[in-house]
């Protein structure tokens, strides 16, 4: 059975302090990981997306980065303005548009 | 900003009521897609259109009829809803369906069912 594990499931980070997000799946084929961020009460916004292992994408203070078996969400020296639920995504090959989504970290970060 | 635009942002409606939600993209994407969520829990796929036309309903109840006008539009016809139903209820968009192509979400509307 296809599924997808986010963890932690919840993250507390003091501004500056770095930390790693894991999202692992176990999958009949894999098309593309997808990693999103959330807002409470707002719709997710697409972050990255990652095709193969090894593969790594860069955004501001985000790195994802993806092997066989897992991707991770880099978070570099964080800010408060970071603090969101963080979803992936994966697209399984033949699903025809289903995307399965793991349940998401919810990261805060103090100031 | 979200190319994927929904109305309304809040909505709330009795148990008899008959209400829509729309969603329209102008990225000339021809995947749409609408999916349900409840506070804490992942998005969860209800309905996908590919070229106008439906290819995936996730055995919906019937109280929810979705409608692809054209390649723009998806509307959410709501009627004899459930307070269970209450959620954020959220559209999407790809280049296409059995793509790679990443979903693009709106904004969502905010549904609550007395």
């Known amino acids: 059975e296809d599924q997808v594990t986010q963890s932690p499931e919840a993250l507390r980070l003091q501004e500056g302090e770095s930390s790693s997000l894991n999202c692992s799946y176990t999958?009949?084929?894999?098309?593309?990981l997808f990693w999103y961020r959330q807002d409470p009460g707002k719709g997710p916004e697409f972050l990255f997306t990652?095709?193969?292992a090894g593969e790594e994408k860069e955004k501001e203070r985000l790195k994802a980065t993806l092997t066989k078996k897992e991707s991770f969400l880099h978070i570099t020296a964080p800010k408060p303005e970071d603090s969101a639920t963080y979803l992936c995504?994966?697209?399984?090959?033949?699903?025809?548009?289903?995307?399965?989504f793991g349940a998401g970290t919810q990261v805060v970060v103090t100031p | 900003d979200t190319e994927v635009t929904q109305t309304p942002k809040h909505l709330v409606m009795g148990m008899t009521n008959k209400k829509s939600l729309k969603c329209e993209q102008h990225?000339?994407?021809?995947?749409m897609y609408w999916y349900k969520q409840k506070a804490k829990k992942p998005p969860e796929l209800m309905f996908v259109?590919?070229?106008?036309?439906?290819?995936i309903n996730e055995s919906v109840p019937s109280r929810f009829s979705p409608e692809c006008p054209n390649s723009s539009l998806l509307n959410l016809h709501l009627h004899a809803l459930q307070p269970e139903d209450s959620a954020l209820y959220l559209c999407?968009?790809?280049?296409?369906?059995?793509?790679?192509?990443?979903?693009?979400f709106g904004e969502g509307s905010r549904l609550t069912v007395l």
């Open positions: 995504a994966v697209l399984i090959t033949d699903s025809w548009g289903k995307f399965q």
């Open positions: 990652l095709y193969s």
């Open positions: 999958v009949s084929g894999l098309r593309g």
């Open positions: 999407a968009s790809s280049h296409q369906t059995g793509n790679t192509g990443e979903l693009f």
């Open positions: 259109y590919s070229y106008e036309k439906l290819s």
């Open positions: 990225m000339g994407h021809r995947a």
